[in-house]
């Protein structure tokens, strides 16, 4: 058993109050491997931004949760280096058992998510309240879900979205005990968050998806006043990083994503913790299909593994200034 204490990381609990109150949302980025954990870290940090770092089960499957535990260990350290110790959960994405929860917690994860959204209610209830009543007694702090978000991912999948009822809201936090919870209001996973003939187009022919459903979200803190809640499926597809790819080789059709203005709007209400995964790969894969096209001589995975990384940084201050207002928080 390590507890998250001992590797100098932190719960969400104390973070979220502070987000809610100061009106932005904490960041929390998927990391797979050292070049996603360096770039959120150093972004992180010249932002002055608190991070939740988040492994998904295909992250633990790839890379191996061990290492991952380590890594997040590492950037604990890493992050006083460059000079900030600016505060780092390490957060379980879509834990789909009590046992991988429990498994996540006697590691030294700090904060863990059950994700029951595709059980019926009560079921959803019982596994939830299971993980929370073990995760408390380490205190661990433990999200849960209600309502299915649409779209598809190697580990996250569900066909069609259920919005949230905000009637079942106060009745799954008070039998659940859960620190914060996730929603659905239009959000999904991936880079194709809408089908186009969900969308308009704009001048340039750019598809601009519909507006995420603002009035769940009002009705929802209205139940819950101050409590932390939580966007999945975040990401803004920017156009700029599908024109690289596109052009130098890839194929992403009608790639699209939520708007940030949206997300700040979201980051300035009780949504304290938003989700970004897809945009970060979308900056990656743009830096490295350009760097394959314009210098096809370089075979030094350092020389286009950095890029993308520096590429990655960049995006993830711009989300800590600009969008999530997380910046200067630390
Ligand atoms: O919510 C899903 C995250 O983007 C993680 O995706 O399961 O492919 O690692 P993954
Ligand atoms: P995106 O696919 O929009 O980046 O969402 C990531 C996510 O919700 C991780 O849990
Ligand atoms: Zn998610």
Known sequence: ????????????????AKAIKGGYA??????????????????????????????SAGA??????????YMAQGA????????????????LDHGNSFELCKSCIDMGFSSVMIDGSHLPYDENVALTKQVVDYAHQHDVTVEGELGVLAGVEDEVSAEHHTYTDPADVIDF????????????????????KFKP??????????????????DILAEIEKKLPGFPIVLHGSSSVPQEYVKIINT???ALKDAVGIPEEQLRKAAKSAVCKINIDSDGRLAMTAAVRKIFVDQPAEFDPRKYLGPARDELKKLYK???ENVLGSAGQA
């Open 173 to 192: 936090v008070q039998k659940t005990g859960v620190d914060s919870l996730a929603i659905s209001i239009g959000t999904s996973h991936g880079a194709n």
């Open 248 to 250: 130098h080789g890839g």
């Open 1 to 16: 058993m390590v507890s998250y204490k001992d590797l100098g990381l932190v719960n969400t609990r104390d973070m979220f």
């Open 76 to 91: 604990v350290e890493y992050a006083k280096e460059l000079g900030k110790n600016i505060p780092i959960v390490l957060h």
């Open 60 to 69: 633990r499957k790839y890379a191996n949760q061990t290492l991952l535990r």
């Open 26 to 55: 904490i960041p929390a980025f998927n990391f797979n491997n050292m070049e996603q954990m360096q770039a959120i870290i150093q972004a992180c940090v010249e932002a002055s931004s608190p991070v939740i770092l988040q492994v």
């Open 318 to 320: 711009h989300k800590c």
């Open 197 to 214: 003939e969900q969308c308009t187009r704009n001048a340039e022919g750019i598809l601009v998806p519909p507006e995420l459903r603002f």
